[in-house]
């Protein structure tokens, strides 16, 4: 699988992107429980702003290995796709799995905060300082959600 998910992005790199869905799909094909195959589609679509049908990839490869990665990829597209509910909901299990990940919290911090969900955007952002107590972002971040608005 490496192999094919390497080919479509060198495919992408070098101005031949259309071949990549293609080339995808067969790995998929090959090997259906491929969690890099179906994210390098997800990622695919996007790039083809075909959003509905990346989310269900990012979904599938977030199934088939509920990673920190995928989980906060598939989260962050859920948003984007005005699914701002399910996307705070995809994040908080993955922090509840990957507790100690920057990601996903900053993810959390964000979408809560821009949602006005202030007070779980103050929680997750102590988690965030706690993890990360010398990180400037983190603090700047945090303090922010008690500034005026």
Sequence with gaps: MPGYVNLADLY??????????????RAIAIAPDSADAHHALGLWLVRQKRSDDALAEFARAAELRPDARFAYVFGV?????????????VLRVASDRHPGDHQILVALVTIE????????????????????PDDEGAKRLRAELDAPR
């Design 12 to 25: 992408r790199a070098i101005g031949r992107d259309g071949e990549g869905e293609s080339l995808l799909r």
């Design 77 to 89: 597209a859920l948003h984007s796709a005005g699914k701002t509910d399910r996307a705070l909901e």
């Design 113 to 132: 905060r821009d949602a006005g969900k202030l007070d779980a955007a103050r929680k997750h952002a102590d988690a965030l300082v706690a993890l990360m």
